[in-house]
């Protein structure tokens, strides 16, 4: 595949200064010249989920369906609160469930949390992102720290370990989508499998 390539990056936060938010920003700096990476960001649009609005939802709903749908990929990052997702975060994901824009959709996550933190958010969306049947790109999946000092006044991490790390699992979805990744994990798993 040498067309162009679009990925979706999605932040789970809606904190301003957000490390998270910062990674995906950072990643349309890093990204290879051919991969178009493309920052969601009405996370704060999103109505409460509602099932009886799923075949008719409101314009907010109906532009991340869109978003998700014209990308070849999507790159995750959201931090972990409770123990678990979001509830913003979680809230977007579920209006993905009926219309299946991720059936099939080849999609990683980060991890910026400190060590020995975030991991329940991070299984969380494995067990989300499978139900709907989402492809885990398992080795684009990746836990990068990023500490809020990392962050600079333009919103961007200057690290370059990290900013490697970001490009290192842009590259490897990049190479998933260019049939060279592994594709023998993940995949997609439907409700009830």
Not at 116 to 136: C, F, I, K, P, W
């Amino acid at each position: 595949m040498s067309t162009p390539v679009r990925i979706l990056l999605v932040s789970g936060s809606t904190r301003s200064g957000s490390t998270n938010t910062a990674v995906l920003r950072t990643a349309r700096h890093v990204a290879p010249d051919r991969l178009i990476a493309v920052l969601y960001e009405g996370l704060s649009d999103l109505p409460a989920f509602n099932p009886d609005d799923d075949e008719r939802p409101d314009a907010a709903v109906a532009a991340l369906r869109r978003e998700i749908a014209a990308s070849d990929a999507v790159l995750l990052c959201t931090p972990e609160y409770a123990g678990s997702l979001p509830g913003s975060f979680k809230n977007l994901l579920d209006w993905t469930v009926g219309s299946g824009e991720l059936y099939g959709k080849p999609v990683a996550w980060l991890n910026v949390a400190a060590a020995g933190r975030g991991e329940g958010a991070s299984a969380a969306l494995e067990t989300v992102l499978r139900y709907v049947g989402a492809t885990v790109v398992e080795r684009a999946c990746a836990r990068l720290p990023v500490g809020r000092e990392m962050v600079g006044p333009d919103g961007l991490v200057a690290d370059p370990t990290i900013r490697a790390g970001i490009a290192d699992v842009l590259g490897t979805i990049l190479r998933h989508l260019d049939g060279i990744g592994d594709r023998t994990h993940g995949g997609p798993i439907g409700p009830g499998s």
